[in-house]
């Protein structure tokens, strides 16, 4: 409903300050049930729509660009395919994108903050959960509980000698504890007991007798991944922590939107970049290319193409990191940082395969070296192909990494970015690259 609304009010609006005249109503009220009806069943795809995914943060605003982005993908696509593209104003589409993105992160906000309310005027009844473990695991689920659970509330703690635990001689204590869960109308039991399998298996088959919804415990390890999932090979089931960064046709689908891109840009670009070998030439001796020794997917080196900008070609043990002021530069090669036109030959390094367009951006052997040492996930940054540009770079963590902090703000949009990535994402952070000032802070 708010799609058609914000579609009819732009259209409408449009077309009396351009045209003068009302528009075609029913053209609006389509498009906009179009892509409310895209937009919502993406959301209700993955289960989005509960009071808690909207108390726990899992509608983001970062989340609702992405599906607002997927929607009018799916709506170009539609257009494509039935030839009705021609029919409908580029400038209203462009006034209709924007609109509704603001309108649905204000819609998400007041939601968020509605329900928050409603919860503490007790309009709407927060789910009662009951905690079943050892007296430090019950302490730790109820903290955690505590500091983000706005729609649920602990009505009962049922704690339980290690001990006996490590035993599986609680049957008495479970009996009372299923008495208690019936008297304060429990909805959710957690059960937490360090996955200890007998106690685990009485623990779940004394509640299953119950209406409720049984819960394990997954705050310590499994708590730390966001994916972790019941698997089954066969007739075994395992509990998978994490899964692949980029799914193999997920990484087909990328790898072709890299090639394509790639090639069409050393096709548009080769007489400029023509006339900047020339002008590297002229400047400075040496070579016209730099290629130094990188970091890629799974470790693996490879050799990273660059136009020259500096005096010196370090690629050994040793490497400085080029600074503000630093004599080493040269002038041309001052001006292609400062804009990263360097960076334009690793296009070939996308077309080998070697790197991505978008990704992480891979660091001198030599610093990435140093950094795992000291930084616990550095490592997992090239669980995929290092990118030309990236999440970091268009944030402004980019040049020099002299602290361990800095390292850490860019290791940490680095695993952002692998663990929300999509073809969408991509072509946001391209667009950023080019658009945003941010992505030219600390290029020197």
């Known amino acids: 409903m708010v799609t058609v609304l914000v579609a009819v009010a732009t259209g409408v609006g449009y077309h009396l300050t351009v045209y003068e005249a009302v528009g075609d109503i029913d053209k609006f009220i389509g498009i906009g049930a179009l892509a409310g009806l895209v937009y919502c069943l993406t959301f209700l795809i993955q289960d989005e ?20 982005n997927l929607t009018f993908a799916a709506l170009a696509l ?16 462009i006034i209709f994108y924007c609109s509704g ?37 019950v302490a730790r689920m109820e903290r955690e509980i ?38 304060e109308g429990v909805q959710d039991v957690i059960i937490s007991g ?49 899964r692949e960064p980029i799914r193999p046709l997920q990484a087909a689908s990328k790898r072709l939107f890299d090639v394509a891109i790639a090639s069409l840009a050393l096709i548009l670009l080769a007489p400029f970049l023509g006339l900047v070998a020339l002008a590297v030439k002229l400047e400075s001796k040496g070579p016209v290319f730099f290629r130094q020794r990188r970091r890629g997917y799974n ?36 001006i292609l940082r400062k804009y990263s036109i360097d960076e334009l030959p690793q296009l070939m390094n996308v077309i080998f395969g070697d790197m991505s367009l978008v990704g ?43 602290t361990d902090h800095s390292m850490r703000q860019r290791v940490e949009h680095d695993l952002y970015y692998i663990d929300n990535w999509s073809l969408l994402f991509d072509v946001y952070i391209i667009a950023l690259t080019v658009l945003s000032r941010k992505t030219f802070r600390n290029a020197y």
């Open 360 to 402: 992480p951006r891979p660091h001198a052997v030599a610093h990435d070296r140093f950094f795992e040492k000291r930084i616990e996930k550095y490592p997992r940054r090239l669980n995929v192909k290092p990118g030309i540009t990236g999440w970091a770079q268009v944030n402004g963590l980019r040049g020099a990494t002299e």
């Open 194 to 242: 360090g996955y200890r399998g007998d106690f685990t298996e009485k623990a779940v088959g004394a509640f299953s007798l119950l209406p409720v919804v049984i819960h394990l415990g997954a705050s310590g390890l499994v708590g730390q991944f966001k994916h972790a999932r019941v698997s089954r090979f066969g007739r075994s089931a395992t509990l998978s922590l994490t």
């Open 101 to 137: 993105l603001v309108t649905l992160m204000a819609l998400n906000a007041i939601l968020h903050r509605s329900i928050a309310m409603l919860i503490e005027r007790r309009l709407i009844l927060p789910r009662r959960l009951m905690l079943v473990g050892a007296p430090a695991e």
């Open 299 to 334: 470790l693996g080196e490879f050799r990273m193409w660059k136009f020259r900008t500096m005096t010196t070609l370090d690629d050994g043990d040793t490497i400085r990191q080029a600074k503000q002021g630093d004599d080493r530069v040269t002038r041309v090669g001052r």
């Open 146 to 183: 505590a500091d983000g659970a706005a729609g649920a509330v602990v009505v009962a703690r049922i704690v339980i000698a290690q001990d006996a635990i490590d035993t599986a001689d609680v049957g008495d204590s479970l009996e009372g504890a299923v008495r208690i869960a019936r008297m």
């Open 49 to 68: 729509y509960g009071v808690e995914s909207l108390l726990e943060g899992r509608r983001s605003n970062g989340r609702l660009l992405l599906v607002w």
């Open 78 to 93: 539609i257009g494509f395919l039935t030839k009705t593209t021609s029919i409908f104003s580029r400038a209203w589409l």
